[in-house]
């Protein structure tokens, strides 16, 4: 056993060293055991903090919820729509008519759907799946942390994915980012139990675990499939040829488990089906190979989805290339404990580079390794849409490579002495780029960057002696003042986020430039509300009075305009055009169809065209001209409400 391990975890033993894959450096290594017990259970002291860490991400991610209201309108619809109608929770449609699809797959609007219809559709409701996969998702990587690296790097890696900004900010929020991240977790959970028995069955698990994550998000769940199969691949224990037919297997379980739901949308009849929302010719596959797949890349490829949110990915996440997570945008919601991260990345490596094959010290930091330069090397570079909040998939690699690498620069600086400075060095560098990122807001506490120089300094020169003089008592006041002092930014950002959420589906963590204390945003974007809950709720009331036998209650332009309507009524609306009204559902000789049957008698045209996005293949204009042409503008005194815009009676029309 290591001096380090020894100082940093004296309750370890040589065997639970290497049932977590310890280095063998100290000692030739012994067979590793593999039975489920090999991990010794955490002393008390350990468990007990622990539970504190997982009551305080949850006191995290619910506090103030009622805040959120909403969140972004556009989800907030679907969700309410499927605690109405079952067929809306399959296809994620937007209404519960069943219309149009929002534009992802339905694992999260399931997930809330489901809370909704047993609790009935509220913030709570709707959120609390939201929160729960929070909680999930930093036990989890406690979990993983600590069968790799032990309890010390466990504690502070669920902390640091805890306050993470943009976690923090999604853990809250009705995007289906939060249920990803978990899927994913979910996945590395049963990957590494694959790594500890070499069994196939784990494996299987990992696929179905990353199938449904692709069933949230589509082609992005799939960017922590190379760290998957590379782990095992070098570290799975049976030889080379099973360990191939397991990944083989796993393939299919994976491609099954991604599938099933796009063949159902795809065989089910067009007509009997919403229409499939950000797609330009309504069909699935150019859902997930498009809009949701190559697009986010390569860029926009033209029709309804250069319209959706993002518009190609050129006014949001900043400019591409290798330091976008660095960004105005992007620094304060991910970036904080990045140098850290490389650094003890490659001291991991170092450390670990003659482990034998299948040592699982250097699994755990191949796994987090790859997970983190796949995400970090792709949302770098995409062409596409991207907003900051994606990035909340890469929290988890951060946080874990932040936390284990911090023990291993300790390592490799009592091996070699010449090496003492590297930990020290990440740190400051570490602290510099809080410091920097605390600057961008001047007036958001700028007490706080002079506070955390102080302590990283402090806790530095701590374990620079402790180093010398070997006292527990140095090290744990240096390692307390350090993860304190680098943790303080975050939390900060964390806290502002959850004291004064944002709506809308542009959203961003931290305070905004030029305000002071914790308070601020960056305003809500597209999908927000914009139109006051009276209004709303005045016009719905004069609607479901109007409609008459009517199976729309009301054609409106964009989800700008239909969501409000979705969420206080729950009834089936025509939103023309999709998100953004880009889409080509419906055409104007569909939409006259559908006046001529009776199924819609009134349409909300918005001020200044009718569109509420930026139009297009969708023919809104067209239809908003027509309306206007043919349809009977309806007093908004008798209304109650005039924000949503003008609103035409079809009647005439119609006969």
Not at 12 to 35: E, K, L, N
Not at 398 to 411: C, H, M, P, T
């Amino acid at each position: 056993m290591s001096d380090t391990t020894t100082l940093l975890e004296p309750s370890d033993t040589v065997d639970s060293q290497h049932a977590r894959g310890a280095s063998p450096h100290a000692r030739p290594p012994r067979p590793i055991d593999t039975r489920a017990d090999a991990l010794p259970r955490p002393r008390r002291s350990h468990a007990w903090i622990t539970a504190a860490i997982a009551t305080f991400t949850t006191v995290l991610y619910t506090w103030n919820f009622a805040a959120v209201g909403a969140g972004n309108s556009y989800y907030a619809a679907a969700v309410k729509s499927a605690s109405v109608s079952w067929k809306a929770w399959f296809f994620a449609s937007l209404d519960a008519g069943s219309f149009i699809t929002v534009d992802k797959p339905p694992v999260a609007m399931w997930v809330m759907g489901l809370s909704a219809r047993v609790f009935g559709y509220s913030t709570w409701s709707m959120l609390l799946p939201e929160a729960i996969a929070g909680v999930a998702s930093v036990l989890v990587l406690h979990h993983l942390v600590r069968r790799w690296r032990g309890d010390i790097a466990a504690h502070l890696a669920a902390l640091a994915f805890a306050v993470t900004p943009v976690a923090a900010l999604m853990f809250r929020y009705n995007n289906p980012d939060a249920i990803l991240t978990l899927l994913g977790l979910l996945g590395a959970w049963a990957l590494w139990k694959a790594v500890e028995t070499g069994r196939t069955a784990p494996l299987l698990l990992a696929a179905v675990a990353t199938g449904f994550a692709f069933n949230t998000k589509m082609l992005q769940a799939f960017l922590i499939v190379p760290a998957f199969v590379l782990t095992y691949l070098i570290a799975g224990p049976p030889k080379l040829g099973r360990r191939i037919a397991q990944l083989g297997a796993a393939l299919v379980a994976l491609v099954v488990a991604s599938s099933w739901w796009a063949i159902a949308v795809w065989l089910w009849p067009a007509s009997a089906r919403p229409y499939i929302g950000s797609t330009s010719n309504n069909s699935i596959w150019s859902l997930v190979l498009g809009y949701n797949g190559f697009a986010r890349i390569f860029g926009s490829t033209g029709g309804a989805n250069g319209g959706s949110p993002g518009g190609g990915g050129n006014g949001f996440g900043g400019t591409r290339g290798l330091f976008r997570l660095f960004n105005s945008e992007l620094g304060g919601q991910i970036a904080w404990l990045i140098p850290l991260a490389v650094a003890g990345l490659l001291a991991g490596l170092w450390l670990t580079r003659r482990a034998p094959r299948t040592d699982r010290d250097r699994a755990g930091w191949v796994l987090w390794g790859t997970w983190a330069a796949t995400c970090a090397a792709v949302f770098s570079l995409s062409k596409g849409i991207f907003h900051a909040y994606y990035t909340v998939q890469l929290a988890p690699a951060i946080a874990a490579l932040a936390a284990a690498g911090a023990i291993a620069l300790w390592e490799l600086g009592r091996r070699s002495p010449m090496l003492r400075c590297a930990l020290p060095a990440a740190v400051f560098a570490t602290a510099a780029l809080d410091i920097s990122l605390l600057r961008r807001a001047p007036s958001f506490t700028p007490w706080l960057r002079g506070t955390i120089a102080c302590a990283v300094g402090a806790g530095a020169f701590a374990l620079y002696v402790a180093a010398f003089a070997r006292r527990r008592a140095l090290v744990a006041i240096g390692g307390a003042a350090l993860t304190l002092a680098l943790l303080a930014g975050p939390f900060a950002y964390a806290a502002t986020t959850i004291a004064h959420p944002e709506t809308g589906s542009i959203v961003l963590a931290g305070p905004a430039t030029g305000t002071g204390g914790f308070g601020g945003g960056f305003g809500g974007g597209l999908g927000g509300n914009t139109t006051s809950n009276t209004e709303v709720q005045s016009l719905v009331k004069w609607l479901q009075a109007h409609r008459g036998s009517a199976k729309y209650l009301v054609a409106a332009f964009s989800s700008q305009s239909s969501a409000s309507i979705i969420i206080e009524s729950g009834d089936a609306v025509i939103t023309i055009g999709g998100f953004s009204g880009s889409d080509p559902a419906p055409t104007l000789a569909q939409f006259e169809q559908l006046v001529a049957k009776g199924e819609v008698r009134y349409i909300l045209v918005n001020s200044g065209g009718g569109v509420g996005g930026p139009g297009g293949a969708g023919g809104g204009s067209a239809i908003a001209s027509w309306a206007e042409q043919h349809g009977t503008a309806v007093s908004s005194t008798a209304t109650g409400s005039s924000a949503l815009g003008t609103l035409y009676d079809l009647s005439r029309a119609a006969t």
